[in-house]
């Protein structure tokens, strides 16, 4: 969940899509500013932390990028329980990914947090040649579903930035009467008790 204190937010984002839809791939554009051509798969998952300045609030955004193979499918409740915000990615190139991404968006409305601020992104969008899913058609289904929309490319960086800033600009403010900053500085000493006693 998305948590204040003064202009700080610290925000958990997962992403889910088809294997292969280029997940990491964005994920490493937008932490590190590289793109590979070889982007190895995923196994389980990933983690990855990076701050964006909106101008009400600076968002820690907490990545978790999930393994697309269907043999971790079990595994994403894990990442997506508790999330702040998703990134569901496709293939513009590849018409079943975006029936994948149909999917994911099914099982978050079920299961997912209500609150949570969702992304549709149609990656590899550098392969206009390539291209079986019509932008309008993405746009049509994201608007129905109540989803942030944008076609992105990890390669060339088009609107990878952007999203993670939408999503930034959507997410809810906390109430700080809610959320006093005192409660997370309590928890820290009995975290590193813990810590030191199971190393002792
Ligand atoms: N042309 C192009 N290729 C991309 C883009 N994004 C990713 N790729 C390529 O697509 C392949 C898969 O990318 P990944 O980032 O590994 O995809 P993933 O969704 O994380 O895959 P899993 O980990 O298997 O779920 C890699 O070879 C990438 O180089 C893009 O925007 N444009």
Same mark, same amino acid.
């Given at each position: 969940m998305a948590t204040i204190g003064n202009t700080n937010l610290n #925000? *958990?984002? @997962?992403? %889910?899509?088809d294997m292969g839809a280029g *997940? &990491? &791939? %964005? @994920?490493?554009? /937008?932490v590190k500013g590289q793109f590979? $051509? /070889?982007q190895e798969s995923t196994i389980g998952a990933a983690f990855f932390s990076q701050t964006? #300045? @909106? &101008? =009400? #609030? +600076? @968002? *820690?955004f907490e990545i978790w990028d999930t393994a697309g193979q269907e043999r971790y499918h079990s595994l994403a409740p894990m990442y997506y329980r508790g999330a702040a915000a998703a990134i569901i990615v496709y293939d513009i190139t590849? +018409? $079943?990914s975006l029936e994948r991404a149909k999917k994911w968006v099914l099982e978050l409305q079920k299961q997912g947090n209500p609150n949570m601020v969702t992304a549709l992104a149609g990656n590899k969008c550098d392969l206009e040649e390539k291209r079986q899913v019509a932008t309008e058609e993405a746009r049509a289904y994201a608007e129905e579903n109540g989803l942030l929309f944008l076609e992105t490319s990890a390669k060339t960086a088009i609107n990878v930035n952007d999203i993670f800033h939408e999503i930034a600009k959507r997410l809810p403010r906390a109430q700080p009467a809610?959320?006093?900053a005192g409660m997370v500085? #309590? =928890?820290?000493p009995a975290e590193q008790s813990r810590a030191s006693a199971c190393c002792s």
């Open positions: #925000a *958990k984002l @997962v992403l %889910l899509g *997940k &990491s &791939s %964005l @994920v490493l554009r /937008f590979l $051509e /070889f964006v #300045a @909106v &101008s =009400d #609030a +600076t @968002v *820690k590849r +018409t $079943e809610q959320q006093p500085l #309590a =928890d820290r």
